[in-house]
């Protein structure tokens, strides 16, 4: 049975407000392509959006997984940066401030894909070398247009520039090692990447959250990622992150919908289906760590 019939209206509802908000970090993205000023207003806009999300739900908020494959990826993929790296400076105890200013950096970071100039790689189909290449310069693009933009904090600049390298030099344009790179860049070059895998794309299936999170611990343990931004990617999202459905020993099917940070293998789960595999006419939030005797089996 499809995962979305499972679901409780509420979250598959999740996917409208997310559109609102999709929206307007689009614009506010698609407004500084244009060589316009940074839309002020629209960030204040958004920014109460996500706070009100955080405040009232997480998993609603990072329902990635369930999020539709849209047409052009690029509104949904930096309004995802933008809330996961808020929710993730705050999960470090950043203050609100320094919170925003990251998130706002990573609302921003692949600017350089809407510079007219990237409109050659977004047909969705293989890329030429030349197409390749222009993909690579999005960064170092983005660097010079945010840079240009009077009022935006450094930080996102920075952000831009950085946000494909890695700390053991390997990644691109500059390939410098992590001692050169902005502190909050190794978290942001983790939610790319994590984001990159989970979201669905045009050309491709998205992967499941439980499947991205187990590649990118393998690639951090090669020096591709920074350790501890990946804890805290892991902190704040969960080993089976959420909005990852799983199956119990028992034979139930569940959503997760939190993280226990004692024990990242029993999270919080919303039981979706009964023992026998028939959906719950209303979901059953429970604490997996309370029942010692069931495990997660598999992941989907
Ligand atoms: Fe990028
Ligand atoms: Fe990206």
Redo the contacts with the bound molecule.
Sequence with gaps: MATSSLLPASYVAAQSPGAAAARLAGGILGTLARGKSFDAAAWARLLELLWGDLTEDPLRQLCWSFSEAWPDYRPMHALNACRLALFLALAQGRSEPQAEALALAALL??V??WHPRLACVLHGGPLTEQERDALSR??AL?QEMLAAVAGLDPLAARLARE??ERPDGSGYPDSTPRNSHHEASSLVQLV?SFL?QVEPRPFRKARTPADAMGRLLLQSQRGHYDAAALRSLLMGVGLYPLGSVVRLSGGETALVRGVNPDDLKRPPLLLLTDAEGSPRERPLSIALADYPAQSVIDVQ
Excluded: F, I, V
């Design positions: 970071y692949d350089g894909m999005h960064s983005g946000h494909h790319d990159g």
